[in-house]
């Protein structure tokens, strides 16, 4: 709805709608435009794209939510759309719910600061999990949470216990991203770095999972021990929510295309915008 009413600003234009990350049902109302039509109807199909798309995206990150619960959802879905679309993809990830975004114009677009971790090729140019842990907080701004990749070389609890003695308390949490060759992030595994970790007296490290992520796996992780969600594709990938433009009233004359009904659609829950 921002973006609606940025574009629809300075026309003379009576707008009505949903507040921004409202829920809506089937067939209602959510935008109402009253005032001329040549002030508005360029900008159909763009209205239309706007709600569909970015609804869309904020329904995925709401089911993701939902099944997290009160853990952190991070949308990492940058990398599965065109970085002409990334931004506006995970703003509306975080009206929908989300925590946080990785996109940098797309936490700023939603009023946050970009929430990420460092990628496999970090670790693989250094050559070992540890040297790029014991690097990380020297080279990044101080307070930013160390979070490390422990998949890449070793076993994920040898190399969880690896990086959390090496740091001496710096650690924040340890990633898992099993890629679906090894079989992917499970329960038993997180299961399994928690247990190391409280045994190890290393009980405040968080464990962040990411890795084709929907939310049944949310849940089944979230029950497991599993502290933040990073969430990509089924966010980025989730279809636009179909949307429709009519015209209902003309000069105070109800009217309406065949199969629908002329006038106004009573709609109690729209607020004025503009």
């Known amino acids: 709805m921002e973006e609606i009413v940025h574009l629809l600003s300075g026309?003379?234009?009576?707008?009505?709608?949903?507040?921004?990350?409202?829920r809506f049902s089937e067939r209602e109302v959510v935008l109402q435009i009253r005032g001329p039509y040549a002030e508005y109807g360029l900008y159909e199909t763009a209205l239309l794209g706007v709600l569909a798309s970015s609804s869309g995206w904020a329904t995925a990150a709401a089911l993701c939510k939902e099944a997290a619960g009160p853990k952190p959802v991070i949308s990492f879905g940058a990398r599965h759309v065109h970085p002409a679309v990334a931004p506006v993809m995970e703003r509306a990830a975080v009206i929908g719910?989300?925590?946080?975004?990785?996109?940098?114009?797309g936490a700023k677009l939603a009023g946050r600061e970009p929430i990420g971790t460092l990628p496999h090729a970090c670790f693989l140019v250094a050559g070992d999990t540890v040297k790029v842990a014991e690097a990380y907080p020297e080279a990044m701004p101080p307070g930013t949470p160390v979070i490390i990749l422990v998949d890449t070389f070793k076993d994920e609890v040898e190399e969880t216990l690896r990086?959390?003695?090496?740091?001496?308390?710096r650690l924040?949490?340890?990633?898992?991203?099993t890629p679906s060759e090894r079989g992917r992030v499970t329960p038993g595994l997180v299961r399994e770095v928690r247990a190391h970790?409280?045994?190890a007296g290393f009980e405040d490290v968080r464990?962040?999972?990411?890795?084709?992520?929907d939310p049944a796996r949310i849940a089944e992780l979230a029950e497991a021990g599993a502290d933040v969600f990073g969430v990509g594709s089924f966010i980025a990938a989730a279809g636009p929510i179909d949307m429709t433009m009519d015209i209902k009233e003309?000069?105070?004359?109800?009217?309406?295309?065949?199969?629908?009904?002329?006038?106004?659609t009573p709609s109690p829950r729209l607020k004025r915008l503009l």
Do not use: F, T, Y
């Open 163 to 169: 990086v959390a003695r090496a740091l001496e308390g």
């Open 207 to 213: 464990i962040i999972v990411s890795g084709g992520l």
């Open 197 to 199: 970790l409280q045994m």
């Open 11 to 22: 026309k003379g234009l009576e707008v009505w709608g949903l507040r921004e990350g409202e």
């Open 172 to 177: 924040s949490g340890v990633r898992l991203d």
């Open 250 to 264: 003309v000069d105070g004359r109800p009217v309406a295309k065949r199969g629908r009904i002329p006038g106004l």
């Open 97 to 105: 719910g989300a925590d946080g975004a990785s996109c940098i114009l």
